[in-house]
């Protein structure tokens, strides 16, 4: 696999949103290596710089990362979660430090996998 949980990737093609408008935008790859060996297949997260916040929002700053971010103020979009192909990843563009990402992994799960009553 050339790319690792944790990565910060841009994509080939834009992202679309919910709205069905297609920007780019980096994604963040949150599946473990057993999940994207199997069929060079990855599950991402999207980052934007997005003003907008709300509970399905994970504030981002540059400590959070191995590199400096490439716009201020970003944010994951939670509930933005994506299926993508190996071959559809352009380029590497950060990694997360992994206690971040371990926070980021408990929000979706209490915010966005939770079971409703």
């Not at 690792?4 to 841009?10: A, E, F, G, P, T």
């Not at 069905?20 to 057993?34: E, F, N, Q, R, W």
């Not at 599950?43 to 399905?56: G, K, L, Q």
Request: glycine share 2%; with cysteine; proline share 3%.
């Amino acid at each position: 696999m050339k790319y690792n949980q944790r990565d910060l990737v841009w994509l080939k093609e834009p992202t679309e949103l919910p709205d069905g408008t297609k920007l780019d935008h980096p994604v963040l790859l949150i599946s473990c290596l057993a999940a994207n060996t199997k069929e060079n297949y990855y599950t991402a997260v999207m980052m934007t710089a997005s003003t907008h916040t709300d509970m399905f929002s994970f504030k981002l700053d540059n400590t959070m990362f191995e590199g400096h971010l490439e716009k201020a103020d970003c944010q994951f979009r939670m509930y933005i979660i994506l299926a993508i192909r190996e071959a559809k990843i352009d380029r590497l563009a950060n990694k997360m430090k992994k206690i971040h990402f371990e926070n980021l992994i408990k929000q979706i799960k209490d915010y966005v996998l939770a079971v409703d009553n």
